[in-house]
């Protein structure tokens, strides 16, 4: 990480395995083929990548009104097959956050 090279006559410093960062805070996927020139001079600290976070409570909100929406459309079923996938869905997220 931090390494810094030349792809396709522009700058980057790697921040992640197969990604590049610009030097005008951009990012890009880069494909394993690629071929690259390492850039002479100092090693850099990739930029700080902006996190945000989510109101749980919200999102949770909007998936239970997408859900009755998507409910309504369908036919008995469907509905079964939709509810089983939210019980998934509420499952994984309840892992994540135990």
């Known amino acids: 990480m931090g390494t810094r090279f030349e792809w396709k006559g ?6 992640g395995p197969m990604t590049g960062a610009n030097e005008r805070g951009g990012s890009v996927f880069i494909p394993k083929y690629a ?5 002479d001079g100092p090693q850099v600290a990739p930029p ?9 409570q919200r999102v949770l909100t909007a998936f239970e009104a997408y859900h009755a ?3 309504a459309l369908l ?5 079964t097959a939709l509810e089983a996938a939210r019980t998934q869905f509420l499952a994984a997220l309840n892992e994540t956050h135990a």
């Open 35 to 39: 071929i690259l020139r390492p850039v």
């Open 75 to 79: 036919d008995a079923p469907g509905r």
């Open 48 to 56: 700080a990548v902006a996190v945000t976070t989510l109101d749980t």
């Open 69 to 71: 929406s998507a409910s």
């Open 10 to 15: 522009e700058v980057y410093t790697k921040i």
